[in-house]
């Protein structure tokens, strides 16, 4: 209870307010500017107004797998879908993709026959049973068959070159024959290569110092390592040297209970074996062969790959819930010091069960591929950045890719000049006498994918502003894109659309409307304002997060390039404080209430207590309403008291008073 409309309380104190003093209250609600003016996600960028606070997303080349954002790491964001993130400052869709089915010749090949592929010359080849299949661009195919159909019925496990020749390794028990083409004098006649009892069973290889080794099992079963008598021809025996002989004796089928895998690096050559919970890696040099690398437990590396110093190994994480998560290892040859660098989609939950398919690609990047889904991932080593590259099941349709997660599989990865190449196989159903091959171009945006009906996308890490604890209005976002068709309204060329999308404090994705050719542009074509927050609504949110989506409309056209999506906000938050002069006199019984009659240096002395010791306190603030005991009641605490001693012991105070709640 107040005495009068003229007084307050502070910290159950109550005090009369010198009213002779002007101004003698003042009560205001102050806002809250965000102390720096450097824009986030940018570098050595600034803003002039202080209220504003911007959020640039510009630059996606830090790979996929960040749930939350950082400004000091601004290139990382959560996942993105058929896009292309490896060119700065300009986010598009994956490159040009050409899908061609190319039937067999004969009747000796069916898609439940596991195809191996290579490159040599300047031919690009494929082993499908006892079929040939040779391209020179990897964009239109032709198939021979042979003349000695010795292939049919078995599957090919691994296809190696020499530059100039390449060979077909089986990836059943199939010792008689090891295929060699000679990439420059004959596509169309297999040569029975392998004259020796070994190697048998599954077979995968690489060249070294132009001579073939081959990672096999013998007549045994035992896993040993060969080396070729001679370079790859058809005449020198594949098992003339057994270069190591380990204690491996696999069990169930290669490819579901266990794998191998070999590449050459530099001088050495690296083979490995993996159960479905253990990896072995071991390293020839000069054909002298040691263990180089033990996986931790439950980890199976299926596929071995080499590029700019460092060998990878591509394969899954077995989880406590029967989940299987992929996972990248890297080992630089520099420094030989295991790496885990990748878990594509884990933080995500999303299964990923067979990482076993992979390649060097363009320039310091790798690709890996997950058979069983479609799902195909690069890897940028430069920039130690992961994107989903594309999705064989969700990855537009024009082409005609028939590809169902589950029946069919990735059967490899290769590159031929600057043309990533591939091909699937159904291993359990698959009748079908057409081999489906699929090529990308490379990763130049021009190149970026325009004869068939894609959208892709990409989501950022969800964001605080730099301010979690407090309420943020959104504004509206910034959307910057390459000028495609300088003659329409918004510089996008028709049927190409951006559409920007954000979700706030974890909810559903709130699309805005799609940018395209007809869209008016804020200021000069290639920039849209959209506004978010009007006079009518105002969309609060502690966290944002946003999404962009490029498509074509689903017409033969190229997808945008975009520049970046800067999103605007601007803090609610405000300081609530009370600016008041009080008496600090002896009370008289006019002023009082009758049970008590303070002096003025204890009234002094309270309030200097409450600001040096920072306690909070309540504060009923009467003096706003004409009624008495009539106030508002707030938690505050006590700043900045100046006594102002009129006479001895006895004066005014001033203060603020600075709401906490």
Known sequence: MLASSAHVSIGGVEYVLAIDEDPHYHHRFESLFAPTSAIAGEIAKEQIRPEKLLWAITDWSGGEGALIFYPQDPTSYDIGSLINATTRGKLTTRPARDRDLVARTGANATTEKLPAGTSAYANAFIA???????????????????????????????????????????ADSFSATIPVVSADASTTTWLDANSGAGPDGVVVGAVLDGVPYTWA????????????????????????????????????????????????????????????THTFVFESRNDVVRPFWVSPPGFSGKKLVYSSGMLFILGNNASASGKKHAGIWAIPLVTRSPLFIAAPRQHKNTEITDLSVGCPAWGSTIVAGDAVSGKIFLYDIEKDALHLFDDLVNGGVGDGMDFVSGTDRIAFLAMHGTRLFGATWEPSTGADTSLQVFSYADLIPANRDAAQAISATQESAEWDFGLPMELKALIGFYTTFEITDATTTSGLIANSRIKVSYSIDGGAYTD???????????????????????????????????????????????????????????????????????????????????????????????????????????????YRYKQNNTYTTHTVTVEDPIDIIDHPGEGKTRLRLRAIV
């Open 512 to 622: 805005l409307t799609a940018i395209t050719s007809a869209t008016t542009p804020t200021g000069a074509k290639g920039r849209v304002f959209q506004q978010v927050s009007s006079g009518s609504a105002t969309t609060k949110f502690t966290r944002l997060k946003v999404k962009v989506t490029l498509d074509n409309n689903s017409q033969a056209v190229a997808p945008p390039i975009l520049l970046g999506v800067t999103a605007e906000a601007q803090p609610l938050a405000y300081a609530e404080t009370w600016e008041l002069v009080v008496r600090t006199e002896d009370e008289d019984s006019n002023e009082r209430p009758g049970s008590r009659q303070n002096v003025g240096s204890f009234l002094r002395d309270n309030l200097e207590d409450l600001a040096t010791n920072k306690n909070i306190v309540t504060f009923l603030d009467g």
């Open 128 to 170: 499908w049973e006892d079929n040939i299949i040779t391209s020179t661009d990897t964009l239109a195919w032709t198939s021979a068959q042979d003349v000695s159909p010795a292939g049919s019925g078995h599957s090919w496990g691994d296809a190696i070159s020499d530059g100039t020749n390449a060979a077909f390794l089986p």
């Open 217 to 276: 099992l013998d007549a045994s079963g035992i896993l040993k390592l060969y080396k070729k008598a001679a370079v790859m021809d058809s005449v020198a025996a594949w098992d003339a040297t057994t270069v190591y002989t380990t204690g491996f004796v696999p069990a169930g089928t290669w490819g579901t209970n266990y794998w191998t895998s070999a590449t050459a690096a530099e001088t050495s050559l690296f083979v490995s074996y993996a159960s479905q």
